[in-house]
DNA sequence: TCATTTACTTACATGTAAGTAAGTAACTTG
DNA sequence: CAAGTTACTTACTTACATGTAAGTAAATGA
């Protein structure tokens, strides 16, 4: 196989394996299995695991960031349209998990490692904190373009609406999963939707 | 020691360490080490990990529920003294884990446990389940008694809003704990009291 | 075409986890 | 006071985890 293929086959199993098991329960030997290699290849295109997981980190976090910029830019659509878009998303990721088997949550990679934080490296560390604060600054200028254009509740304050999405969007797997599946999360946003936005 | 304290001052320390470090970093070796007692022990009192975890599940579930049927029973306090009350438990509790070293986070030992899941017992699994669906209870009751009492907003529907105080209250270390502190999960309260409470 | 690099494998070192069998000192009880 | 029983410890085994050193076949390039 050539270099990057490798590599990124490598990746591919790597976040699949760490979203659901955790940075404890994504081995190089299931990794290597999976792929038919050896544990050493992987050691000898990443390093370490650190290494490895800073990388799958790095393009899990731009490619969602990227995603939810698009969803979430103030342009074009109303609040209520951003949210059902929201909706779609976690839709998808959801079925994607649901359909590779397991009946493992669709848990997000960031809330994920975040309690693992403690195996990672500083950079990895940082990398966790820094996707904290972009997601809540997309939450947060959305909002407050919202709030400009008068499409919030009274009640709804911006900055708190803001806060509660980023809590529910980053943790995406609550409770509320266990048992009744997306529809939970659905009825979670529509339900937000329901008090933020002006009737 | 006797009997009843050893196995006690087992429990106490496995829930520390579940809740700081998940089921794989709980070990019985950290556990023994604390105590001053030998890993062998451990299995003398109990048999084995997922045994361990189970009881010490139990007891928390136990716990935590009576203590949250208190804070939410329907009668005497309003909606937001409710909410209000609720804060002053998660900052007791983050209180304790910033206290006991570690910058860690006050993670619930349910939800830290759920990511874990395939580790545990059935039996501590269906736990898992049981209080998720007694957790959504309590605020499902709560709400729908306020929405009664004309305490809701109009936007706010009763199961709507249960549905998301459970998300936010089972997952008390989302992303905006990281960065913010507890100050974070107090806005978050009291921005989900101000959309939710009739003004 | 010979030397070097690339992309691997084999085999091993080391650490750490859960779990167990056998022994023991102290307390309990007939 | 002799015979358990209780509450442990010691000394293992087994199973994996990351990581590394040494070797190799195939491609590359001077």
Redesign the pocket.
């Known amino acids: 196989?050539?270099?990057p293929d490798?590599r990124q086959a490598i990746k591919d199993i790597a976040l699949d394996l760490l979203v659901r098991n955790g940075y404890r329960g994504?081995?190089?030997?299931?990794i290597a299995e999976e792929l038919?290699?050896?544990?050493?290849?992987i050691?000898?295109?990443f390093?370490?695991?650190?290494a490895l997981v800073e990388e799958v980190l790095e393009d899990y976090a731009q490619v969602t960031l990227v995603a939810l910029r698009q969803v979430w830019s103030t342009e074009n659509s109303s609040l209520g349209d951003k949210i059902e878009a929201m909706i779609g998303v976690s839709r998808k990721r959801f079925q994607h998990f649901n359909a590779a088997g397991e009946s493992g949550q669709p848990w997000s990679l960031i809330s994920r490692l975040r309690q693992d934080a403690d195996l990672l490296s500083a950079k990895g560390r940082q990398m966790l904190d820094h996707f904290g604060s972009e997601l809540l600054a997309i939450f947060a200028a959305a909002l407050s373009t919202a709030a400009e254009r008068g499409e919030l509740a009274p009640n709804a304050q911006p900055d708190d609406a803001a806060l509660i999405l980023a809590a529910i969007a980053d943790n995406a797997a609550p409770i509320t999963l266990t048992e009744g599946g997306f529809e939970r999360l659905e009825t979670i946003y529509r339900g937000l939707k329901r008090m933020i936005e002006k009737s």
Chains 1, 2 share one sequence.
């Open positions: 196989m050539s270099e490798t994504a081995s190089f030997g299931d038919g290699i050896t544990r050493a290849n050691h000898y295109h390093g370490g695991k650190q």
